[in-house]
Structures are given as C-alpha cells and as structure tokens.
C-alpha cells in the first residue's frame, strides 16, 4: 500500500514537472535556453557566491599595451572585416558569449548598458564553442537568436575561439597576453568574460563571469 502510494506520488510529480518545463519554453528557444534563462537569476547568485573574490581585475598601475590594440582587425557575423581603430574614443567592450550557457541571459542586460552608455561605450560579442560546447549553431542561428530573444542590437562578430591555443583570435590573444596587453595573461575561463579597453586602447578590467554587466564595478569603470 505504501509503495503504490510512493508511486502515485511520484507520478504526479512527474506530470507537475512536465507541464512546468512545457509552460517554460519560450518561443525560438530550446527547452535547454528556456529553462536557463529562467532560472538565470538563481544561476548568477550562486556563481557571484563562489567566485566573488576573483570577480574583478584592474590594471591598477594602467600600464600601457606593447602592441597597439587599434592594430587589430576583427571579422563581424556577417563576414565584414573591419579596424578596430574605428571605435577610437569610446570604451570597447569585449564579451565572449554562447547560446547555451546559464549566463546567456546576460544578453539582455549588455543590450541594456549598451542602450544607456552606447555614446560613449561600444560592445562586441564573440560567440565561440570552447566551453562544453554551448554555441554550436552557425553565425546565422546565432545573429537570429540574439535579435530575436534578446533584441541584440550591438555588434556580435565571427564564431571564433577564445581560449588560447594555435588559433585563438587575435583579438583575445591581444586581450589575454600581458606581452601584447601590458599587465593580463588570464584568459576567459568561462562564457560571458568581459574586457574593458578604454578611449586610449588600454586594457583597463577583466570581469568575471559572475559579473553582471549592470554591477556597480562595471558601471564604475564607464566612468574613469
């Protein structure tokens, strides 16, 4: 009798939890993406938790780059290829990004600083598959998923890679080498990193992860 309580109890369990996950999915998004971006606010409490003594690093002594970052050349999503000495005088903000991760929701919230400071600051995002391969769609899937979900209106460039190795983008080799940047070797150690360049083309902060783009340190950082 116990058992085929314990059963029933489980059944119905079962059903709750379908019907949940079914009025959880959003429209053009997975089951996966739905369900994340959902439950993004728990997923960021928890990592800005364990990880906020490394949230944040600042070249405090702003040391100047050996090699000139408006030198570098960046391909976008649809395959245009431009300078970055373009965006001279405003802050650029490098963000390494993926669809399938429990930070994706940060999109929104980079759509929004963009929206506020974009008279002075410009984002780029770079989607790459080097994290347990969470952005495997094509630049198309990608550009319509941003737009789509997350009215995405900043720039988002190439699929690339991002970690170092052999072919990592120069960009984030420029981002992740002190002998190129002047002061940081650490790389992204996860989606949704963020590199602060500023008008001068000086690598200024690296914000983790468990870092909103709206904290008060990268608001804070708008402003020097």
């Not at 100047?64 to 001279?88: A, C, H, I, M």
């Not at 994706?104 to 995002?125: G, N, R, S, V, W």
Request: net charge positive; aromatic share 12%; proline share 3%.
């Amino acid at each position: 009798m116990l058992k085929n309580k314990w059963i029933k109890k489980a059944i119905v369990t079962s059903l709750i939890l379908a019907i949940a996950l079914v009025f959880l999915k959003q429209k053009n998004m997975t089951l996966k993406q739905s369900i994340l971006k959902n439950f993004y606010a728990v997923i960021m409490w928890g990592s800005h938790l364990a990880n906020k003594k490394y949230a944040v690093l600042e070249n405090v002594n702003n040391t100047s780059p050996s090699q000139s970052f408006f030198s570098l050349t960046v391909t976008d999503n649809s395959g245009k290829r431009f300078q970055l000495e373009q965006y001279k005088g405003k802050k650029i903000l490098f963000v390494n990004t993926a669809s399938d991760c429990g930070f994706t929701a940060q999109y929104a919230e980079l759509e929004k600083l963009y929206q506020q400071h974009k008279d002075k600051l410009i984002i780029l995002a770079f989607p790459a598959n080097d994290f347990k391969q969470q952005e495997k769609g094509t630049d198309a899937d990608i550009a319509q998923f941003c737009k789509i979900n997350y009215g995405v209106s900043f720039p988002i460039m190439q699929k690339s890679i991002v970690i170092k190795n052999d072919t990592q983008n120069d960009v984030f080799k420029w981002l992740t080498n002190s002998n190129l940047n002047g002061w940081n070797n650490t790389p992204p150690k996860w989606n949704f990193t963020k590199f602060l360049v500023n008008e001068n083309g000086v690598l200024t902060h690296v914000f983790a992860t468990s870092t909103s783009p709206l904290d008060k340190e990268v608001l804070a950082a708008l402003t020097k």
